[in-house]
């Protein structure tokens, strides 16, 4: 089974715009704002106060009442709505024996069950162990998301969780193709998820990366990113399982690259080489030429180097014609959901294939000198798109870009 | 789409020594690195055991310039990485670094940093925390920095999967490999022990002596009462054959197959049927068109762990019943359990299967299941095909099917 085509047959996403997928879509046409205070936790004592949270979330309006909450972090239950809300998209709800056997479960991690766990070590500083409870540390990790779909669902195939900072959630996508492609699996739920969590939230401040307001990507008053929390899972399947069981095709998964920059921890690389080596690779894997891609997903994280940064990178990789593709950074909406950026990012990029629209840039007021692409300005543009490419890029230098595009049954294979 | 992976070099620093000549002479001699801890004070703590890294000079190996921003996990990391291209002859100056990757495996990450981090935080308020440890806060901080020191721009990946972690990393580079993606990956992992993350393995992850008895690491052992801690990186240089061969480099073995699967657990326990697990085996197998017959030696997850050992011994007798029976060794009795001990274990087969020599499980001397576990002395024999598992708990599990020489 080498070489089929991964296509994708479901989509679920809980961020701070929508708790799923069709409220997702309306929330980008109309380019809404998840911006507001944060409440998960006084932020009295910080620099900054507000954040891209989820308001409102309850677990149980996602999760069915068999399964137990009690040992879940706030970013494992972001995680299991959006994996069943994906699963029952793609109809797999109920799975049965025969697929959970070959479906596997590669998640993007980032701060994983921090929130819950903050307090407990806040008293274990007071009064060390003995009044320690344990079973926040049940969750600590972020790979207990990937534990929890696969118990539930009774999946048996490949679990894994990657934590590569901003991009864990691309990251995983990628790697779920992989499995699919090398007959590893024949069904991968994959994604990625992300809580609001004070660690997260003083360390990105400590780095004054983090604009007091809202982010404004691109725009020349820009003054950081906005941190934001959430969840996006997608189903990834082999074409021939998605045709047998004659599931719903909403894409395909062209191509993945992945490169590093290898240059500094924090700061991204000015030159872009890595994060053009990252979209340049996606493309070739994909097989494709850079102009058929019809809209770039960007980074976007609203820092000052970043967006320049990632300019000049999509102008290195698309010459000439970087002017004329719409580039976006819809976390001017979701605020930066780290470990799951690249996945929810994912979504939408599913999204604007299937409802033929580019999202908008929100806050984008003012043209910057270094920042002088097709931004998307004006609120969400209509018009037909068949190929897009997704940048994720992260601390540590690791960058990775996803090719999405339209699925034609009349493709060549690979 | 379809290349051959194979190992050409290692690097690691581990209880049992820096660098593999030390390492295989501690750990084909049976050496059991498990000591009273001396990094931090044990004194309020019931366990006082651990697999610690003593010895271990970074400066040697890494330039001040990077050094100074690193913890001590990434300094590991680092150290290794140097270690294994070294190891493998290869010459980064003549190389593209856009085709040479790191993908590290980390069940904890930097855990030391993470709770002064965290102190601060508590204690002091948001406004004092330290802007320069926050990079090292993140469990790709050992990559990151690895690959600044190296200067390597290929696909650098961090897997964040418990006991796991190391397994999958390595089974991912292959894959990354076999696609053609790069043609050199370090792969592997490490851990540290660092006295709050102690203070919550202690507390939460039932470390010997559960049953108050004598603290130790008994693999498979009758009398075992938990896992010791240990700490340590270790990491493979996997290759292309085309790439190895091409330049003529030394080949240790071909990592010949993968598998992974899961299995519904209790969150953060083990699962009791051992289905799963087979099945990763079974996979792993399957990929290097080997048969159970063909399996001379298992590197066991085993790590003393009441159900976790239980797990994987069941497994292995179901997978072996009635056929030749494999060389169990569980390299956990001999450095504790360091989480994302893959690449250290998969650079012990790679040892077993390039000199013919299977190393002993320290602390064995009664095994719950009638597999053939070599306890006290390392046993030379001809070793054509080994299995790496990994058993995490939450129910994930991995094989690594290692080869010798194509």
């Known amino acids: ?414 | 789409m379809s290349r051959r992976v194979v190992v050409t070099g290692m690097g690691l620093v581990t209880p049992l020594g820096i660098g593999w000549k030390t390492f295989a002479d501690n750990l084909f001699g049976g050496v059991c690195a498990i000591h009273p801890i001396e990094g931090f004070d044990t004194t309020s703590f019931k366990s006082k055991m651990g697999g610690e890294v003593h010895d271990f000079a970074p400066a040697d190996f890494i330039s001040g310039r990077t050094l100074r921003r690193m913890d001590r996990l990434s300094r590991m990391v680092t150290t290794s990485a140097r270690m294994a291209l070294e190891d493998a002859g290869i010459d980064l100056d003549g190389t593209d670094r856009n085709r040479i990757g790191i993908v590290m495996g980390t069940a904890f990450g930097a855990t030391d940093v993470a709770a002064r981090f965290a102190g601060t935080l508590f204690t002091d308020g948001p406004r004092r925390v330290n802007p320069i440890l926050v990079p090292n806060t993140v469990m790709n901080a050992p990559a990151g920095h690895a690959a600044i020191e190296l200067g390597l721009r290929g696909i650098n990946t961090t897997v964040n999967h418990r006991e796991a972690s190391a397994e999958t990393a390595i089974a991912y580079a292959a894959t990354q490999i076999r696609q053609g993606r790069a043609d050199v990956i370090l792969a592997g992992g490490g851990d540290i022990l660092s006295p709050f993350f102690f203070t919550v393995l202690e507390r939460f992850m039932a470390l010997s002596p559960q049953d108050g008895g004598g603290e130790q690491a008994r693999p498979f052992g009758r009398d075992r009462n938990g896992p010791v801690a240990g700490e340590g990186a270790g990491l493979l240089c996997l290759e292309s054959l085309e790439s190895a061969r091409s330049r003529g480099a030394t080949v240790y073995c071909e990592i010949a197959g993968w598998g992974m699967s899961s299995a519904p657990a209790p969150a953060n326990d083990w699962p009791d049927d051992p289905a799963a697990m087979v099945s990763a085996m079974q996979k792993a197998m399957a990929m290097g068109d080997v048969r159970p017959g063909d399996i001379d030696t298992i590197s066991a997850a085993a790590s003393g762990g009441i159900r976790s050992d239980r797990l994987e011994a069941r497994a292995l007798e179901q997978l072996f019943e009635g056929g030749q029976q494999p060389a169990v060794t569980a390299l956990k009795g001999a450095m504790g359990e360091n989480f994302a001990s893959g690449g250290i274990r998969s650079a012990a087969m790679a040892l077993s299967i390039h000199h013919g020599i299977v190393p002993p499980t320290p602390g064995v001397e009664n095994p719950i299941a009638s597999i053939d576990v070599v306890s006290a002395k390392s046993r030379k024999m001809n070793t054509n095909h080994g299995l790496i598992n990994a058993c995490a708990s939450g129910g994930t599990f991995v094989s690594l099917l290692l080869k010798k020489d194509p």
């Open chain 1, 1 to 414: 089974m080498q070489s089929d085509r991964v296509v994708v047959t479901g989509r679920g996403t809980v961020n701070a715009v929508a708790k799923n997928v069709d409220a997702f879509a309306t929330a980008l046409k109309a380019g809404a704002c998840g911006i507001g205070p944060v409440t998960l936790f006084d932020t009295t004592d910080y620099r900054t106060h507000t954040g891209a949270q989820v308001t409102d979330f309850d677990p149980r309006e996602h999760i069915p009442k068999t399964f137990s909450l009690k040992r879940m972090s706030r970013s494992d239950c972001l995680a299991m709505a959006a994996a069943l809300e994906a699963m029952a998209d793609a109809g797999l709800t109920p799975i049965s024996k025969a697929i959970a056997a070959d479906t596997g479960v590669i998640i993007g991690g980032g701060a994983g069950g921090m929130l819950e766990c903050e307090p407990v070590f806040a008293r274990y500083l007071e009064s060390g162990a003995g009044r320690m409870p344990g079973s926040p540390f049940a969750a600590f990790s972020c790979a207990s998301s990937a534990d929890h779909i696969a118990t539930h669902l009774k999946l048996m195939g490949p679990k894994t969780t990657f934590m590569t900072a901003c991009s864990s959630g691309a990251t995983a996508i990628g790697y779920a193709r992989d499995l699919i492609r090398l007959g590893n699996a024949e069904v991968v739920v994959c994604g990625g998820a992300e809580p609001l969590c004070r660690i997260t939230y003083s360390a990105f401040n400590a780095l004054h990366t983090v604009d007091p307001d809202y982010c404004k990507p691109f725009d020349r008053h820009r003054r950081g990113l906005t941190l934001g929390e959430g969840a996006g899972i997608l189903i990834l399947e082999s074409l021939t399982h998605a045709r047998k069981r004659k599931a719903k095709i909403y894409a395909e998964v062209l191509g993945c690259g992945i490169s590093c920059d290898a240059n500094h921890m924090t700061a991204p690389d000015v030159n872009a080489t890595g994060a053009a080596g990252a979209m340049s690779t996606a493309l070739a894997d994909a097989g494709i030429a850079t102009d058929v891609v019809d809209y770039i997903n960007a980074h976007g994280t609203a820092t000052p180097a970043n967006d320049m940064m990632e300019t000049r990178g999509i102008k290195a990789v698309f010459g000439s014609r970087a002017k004329r593709i719409p580039v976006s950074s819809t976390k001017s909406m979701t605020g930066h959901t780290l470990g799951a950026a690249g996945a929810i990012e994912a979504v939408v990029c599913i999204l604007a294939i299937e409802h033929r629209f580019v999202p908008p840039t929100i806050h984008h007021d003012t043209p910057d000198g270094d920042c002088d692409l097709d931004y998307v300005s004006n609120g969400a543009r209509d018009m037909a798109v068949n190929v897009v490419l997704s940048n994720s890029f992260a601390f540590g230098g690791n960058n990775t870009a996803l090719v999405f595009g339209r699925f034609s049954g009349n493709r060549g294979a690979g």
